[in-house]
């Protein structure tokens, strides 16, 4: 029994440009609602300060590790942040590199079908 699949056509104005990563902006918001430093949170989390400051300077994203420390510390879950990360990371995908891409790759179903 063959599945029927279609493409689901997309909306660019429905996939938001991305902004500022929501994913650090939680973390920065966090240390400062506990007038955290940096080093005293990265302390806490036992990673390394320069490593938090790119998080939240926003020059490398939210790891599930990192998520997973930060869960353990101050009670935010892991998993929300991930899917921050995964969300902000895609909109950037979509609109740097989605043009490229969709112009390089031919669409292989068509409607539910292949093309012939």
């Known amino acids: 029994m063959k599945t029927k699949t279609t493409a689901i056509p997309r909306d660019t104005t429905q996939i938001p440009k991305p902004g500022a990563n929501p994913a650090a902006a939680l973390i920065h918001d966090t240390l ?42 101050f ?19 979509y609109h740097a590199k989605g043009p490229a891409i969709r112009k390089q790759v031919k669409r292989y179903l068509t409607h539910g079908r292949s093309p012939s």
Do not use: N, W
């Open 75 to 93: 009670g935010v879950p892991a998993d929300f942040l991930v899917r921050l990360q995964s969300a902000h990371d895609f909109q950037k995908a």
């Open 32 to 73: 400062e609602h506990y007038s955290l430093t940096q080093v005293a949170a990265a302390a806490a989390m036992k990673i390394s300060p320069a490593l938090l400051s790119d998080v939240i300077r926003q020059r490398k994203g939210v790891s599930p590790a990192l998520a997973l420390r930060f869960e353990a510390c």
